[in-house]
Each structure stands twice: as structure tokens, then as C-alpha cells.
């Protein structure tokens, strides 16, 4: 059983549309992660929120923390080609551990 | 910038073989942690250290030894290699730990293992 549930797990667009992908958990993080990979490589951060209801945008992305700190959602809009990939979330927990979620994995047709 | 450097890129293994997955970083971060990644199951932490000569175990520590001896290196071994351990492996380096400080983590590009 993972300690945080990601979904959806597979997501196909088209070029322009919006998307949100959820981060759920019923533990409590003090912190959130939002990483980006591409095939062959390893996650790369996109953001961290800390703040229970902190919105954080970065141009087209908006991500949210929950009040309680137990989820998190990514908001794409008008998503493009380059924003392919696997999205993954990432709860910091019991100060020295990092729990990641299974993954979306996002692919944004022309 | 070399950043968390892995390698091998990419090894097999026959069951009951073992060896030594090398990371090192050139950040002088006091965190670091080893991941496996599997289909449809994200990340998940094997084994990591907060400091020069500390670790401790993560979700999926069976099967897999470390040891920090410098705050560069963290090597992970594989005692006796089992068809369950093919994966891709990550190692992460961060300033500090997932509660504290909230920094990113800094990944390598992976070494992709095949138990045969």
C-alpha cells in the first residue's frame, strides 16, 4: 500500500486542453513535492509547498496543498507537447524520509 | 556541474550475484537516499543516510546494504541478487532531509538492473 495514491495514473490530451492531477493521503506531510521525469532520466523538482491551502504558480502550472496537509493537486492549462511526461508527488515525512507516489503519467497530443 | 553521478548506467546480474551501485555527489549535501522505481509504483526509498557514517533503513531495505563513509559517496549493494531486485535504481542527494528545510532532492540519472 503506497502512503500517497496518485491519480489519475494514465492521461492522454490534446494540445491546449487543461488538466489537474491529484496527490491524496491520510497522513499528514510537512512538506510536498512535485517532481517531473522524462524517460531515462531522474525526477526533477518542480515546486514545494509547505503551507497547508499554499498555492504556488509557475507560468502554466498551478500547484495546491490541502489545509490539512494530506494532498496536493497539480493544475496544467493549455498543456502543450513539452509538458509530456511522468508527474510525481512527493510527501517529505517523519523529518528524514520521502515518500513519492506512484505517478501520472501525461501525454499531450499536437 | 556533475550534480549525483550513478553508475553503472546499466548492469546484469545472474541470481545470486552481488555488486555495488556507486553514487556520489559534488554538492556537499548531508542527505542522501537510494530509490528503486518500478512500473506502476513510483519511487520507493531503500536505504538512506543524513550524515557521514549514518544510515537507516526505508520502505523496501531487505535485500540491499549501505554504508556512508564519506559525504560524497553512498553505495548501495546487492548481497545476493534476486529476479524481484531488476529495477531501475535512483540515488538522491538534498541538503537536508524530507521534514526539515524542505529543499529538493537532486537525482542521478538511474542504473538499470536486470537479475537474470
Known amino acids: 500500500t503506497q502512503l500517497l495514491e496518485q491519480s489519475p495514473q494514465f492521461l492522454s490530451i490534446q494540445e491546449g486542453e487543461n488538466l489537474t492531477v491529484y496527490c491524496n493521503s491520510s497522513?499528514?506531510?510537512?512538506?510536498l513535492q512535485w517532481y517531473r521525469q522524462e524517460p531515462g532520466e531522474g525526477p526533477v523538482l518542480l515546486v514545494t509547498?509547505?503551507?497547508?491551502?499554499e498555492v504556488k504558480k509557475l507560468k502554466r502550472l498551478t500547484f495546491q496543498f490541502g489545509d490539512a496537509r494530506k494532498d496536493s493537486s497539480l493544475h496544467i492549462t493549455a498543456a502543450q507537447p513539452g509538458d509530456t511526461g511522468l508527474y510525481l508527488c512527493?510527501?517529505?515525512?517523519?523529518?528524514?524520509?520521502?515518500?513519492f507516489g506512484s505517478g501520472t503519467k501525461l501525454n499531450v497530443k499536437p | 556541474n556533475a550534480g549525483v553521478t550513478q553508475t553503472p548506467k546499466f548492469q546484469v546480474l545472474k541470481t545470486g550475484q552481488s555488486m555495488t551501485l556507486q553514487c556520489a555527489q559534488d554538492?556537499?549535501?548531508?542527505?542522501m537516499s537510494w530509490y528503486r522505481q518500478d512500473p506502476g509504483m513510483g519511487l520507493r526509498l531503500i536505504h538512506y543516510?543524513?550524515?557521514?557514517?549514518?544510515?537507516d533503513q526505508g520502505e523496501v531495505p531487505n535485500g540491499y546494504n549501505v554504508s556512508r563513509s564519506t559525504t560524497e559517496d553512498f553505495p548501495l549493494r546487492l548481497l545476493s541478487a534476486a529476479p524481484s531486485q531488476t529495477s531501475v535504481y535512483f540515488c538522491?542527494?538534498?541538503?537536508?532531509?524530507?521534514?526539515?528545510?524542505?529543499?529538493?532532492?537532486?537525482f542521478g540519472d538511474g542504473t538499470r538492473l536486470s537479475i537474470l
Open positions: 538522491a542527494s538534498s541538503p537536508d532531509g524530507g521534514g526539515v528545510g524542505n529543499q529538493p532532492q537532486h
Open positions: 497522513s499528514v506531510f510537512s512538506s
Open positions: 509547498v509547505v503551507t497547508g491551502g
Open positions: 512527493a510527501g517529505g515525512y517523519n523529518f528524514n524520509k520521502f515518500y
Open positions: 554538492m556537499n549535501h548531508e542527505y
Open positions: 543516510s543524513v550524515g557521514a557514517g549514518i544510515t
